[in-house]
């Protein structure tokens, strides 16, 4: 569960966040899109306790994220912009790292590790120092990393991209079989992702909600039935403006 | 502890990841040898004691402690392993404070290293090794100093280069802030308090103290709040600059 509530953020003259309120409920798989700079990094950092907001709160399982950080850290699994990762590790010593951080230890964590290397499809490259990976395989690993204390409530910063088609084939089923009892945000470009394993769909735009419905609704509210098309009519009204900010 | 263990084994173990523990524990052992026995002329002073060789300790130190704390976290913001390291459910504290043990750590190691020519001192005549012993704690409270203003510099900056600039200076304003080269520049205006504060930062004073055989917990406290304090600016900075 993830309880957002007038959620700002300014970044010198810029407002990037703007009272931005939502709850997403486990069970839900909330696509989070909007254009570039429309604010859906800078929304998730604040989430997952990087940024600190300047105004508003958000909970995740109960827990405040400004005052009871690391109650609502453990329950949250954060795959960053970029699938960041240490170069020099490999896929093995960088999951294990994540698990002692995550304090988990023995027999859990060795369980753990097999679940998530297994989830990701990591088997090949366990030994390989990550920086000399591909970029696909390395968005596995930073997706590993994120699924491996099996949260309760999962943020993806664009989960698949970089991934060629089979490769996101199998994230989407990974995350639509982890869907049922987690919630998931999933931040993405890709409105055919949306489509395939969404549950609700949020466009975002200037750093304010300009839509929020099924991504089925929003399709329909084009008379080509079409999700991109909605995508292009909600939000390039001012695309000068936002292309600006970001 | 538990958090602050796997931060710190995690950074230990990086070090020799790559050919850098290699080349550090290389250089930093050729380097301490060639000044002790070529510059220092070690055999000719005819003494049995290692003052030579600790009294180089503070300038080896100068370069190449900064060049082991540079990448503490300037490359975390880099290659934005930072959001990552920052969002998994571990105090700020505990990140800063095992990083910079990490760091110490491996500076002991190659400190401890240096142990042959402790041998080759106790092979030629019989030094004072209460003495030795206290240069080598005070050489890696030092250590521990110069380790900690490092940090606090590379958590400033996403560039490793300006990290090792910026933190050679402000070593090297520590180091000789004890000397006439910065107390003239001092004394000039302030009030005598002020310039005996300036002079009483300096860490060749304090090192110079230790390697007289005594360990004067004055210098250790010196030592101790000195790192203390870059590290909770080290807390801070990083803190404030998570999102730049």
């Not at chain 1, 929020?212 to 609704?217: C, F, G, I, S, V």
């Not at chain 2, 920052?86 to 240096?114: I, N, R």
Request: aromatic share 12%.
């Amino acid at each position: 569960m993830i309880e957002i509530q007038n959620l700002t953020k300014h970044f010198g003259p810029v407002t990037a966040v703007a009272n931005l309120s939502l709850t997403v409920r486990p069970g839900e798989v909330l696509g989070f899109l909007g254009p570039n700079g429309a604010g859906k990094s800078t929304t998730m950092k604040m989430v997952t306790g990087y940024l600190a907001p300047d105004d508003g709160s958000v909970r995740i399982c109960g827990h405040d994220i400004v005052s009871d950080t690391l109650a609502a850290q453990r329950t949250l699994g954060y795959l960053p912009e970029g699938a960041p990762a240490y170069g020099e590790m490999t896929p093995r010593g960088f999951l294990s790292f994540i698990a002692h951080v995550r304090q988990l230890a023995g027999e859990e964590a060795r369980l753990a590790m097999q679940r998530a290397i297994a989830g990701a499809e990591l088997k090949a490259v366990l030994d390989q120092p990550i920086e000399t990976l591909s970029k696909g395989f390395r968005r596995r690993v930073g997706l590993a990393q994120a699924i491996l204390h099996d949260p309760d409530v999962l943020i993806l910063d664009e989960p698949t991209d970089g991934l060629d088609p089979n490769q996101k084939h199998a994230v989407r089923d990974l995350i639509r079989g982890m869907a049922r009892d987690k919630t998931i945000v999933i931040s993405t470009h890709l409105l055919e992702e949306v489509e395939a394993i969404c549950t609700r769909a949020v466009i975002i735009d200037q750093g304010r909600i300009v839509a929020d419905a099924t991504p089925a609704e929003l399709a329909a509210r084009a008379p080509s039935g079409r999700l991109d098309d909605v995508f292009r009519q909600i939000t390039t009204r001012d695309t000068a403006v936002a292309g600006a900010a970001a | 502890m538990k958090f602050l263990w796997p931060v710190f084994a995690r950074e230990f173990k990086s070090y020799f990841a790559t050919p850098l523990a290699f080349v550090f524990i290389m250089i930093f052992l050729f380097a301490m040898g060639a000044f002790t026995f070529y510059l220092g002329h070690f055999y000719d002073n005819g003494v049995a004691d290692l003052s030579v060789f600790f009294g180089y300790h503070p300038w080896l130190y100068l370069f190449l402690v900064p060049a082991l704390a540079m990448r503490l976290w300037a490359e975390e913001r880099r290659s934005g392993t930072m959001e990552l390291l920052l969002t998994l459910p571990v105090p700020l504290w505990a990140t800063v404070l095992g990083k910079f043990l990490a760091a110490w750590a491996f500076a002991g190691l190659a400190l401890l290293l240096t142990f042959p020519i402790w041998i080759t001192v106790n092979y030629l005549g019989n030094p004072d090794n209460g003495v030795i012993l206290a240069s080598y704690v005070g050489s890696f409270l030092m250590a521990g100093a110069y380790l900690s203003i490092g940090a606090c510099i590379s958590s400033a900056t996403s560039n490793q280069v300006i990290a090792f600039i910026v933190s050679v200076v402000v070593c090297f304003l520590f180091t000789i802030s004890g000397s006439s080269l910065v107390l003239d520049v001092v004394r000039g205006w302030a009030p005598l308090s002020l310039v005996e504060a300036v002079s009483s930062f300096s860490f060749l004073v304090h090192f110079a103290a230790i390697t007289s055989g005594v360990i004067d917990l004055r210098d250790l406290i010196f030592f101790f709040s000195l790192i203390g304090l870059f590290l909770y600016a080290n807390t801070l900075i990083v803190d404030w600059r998570k999102g730049g």
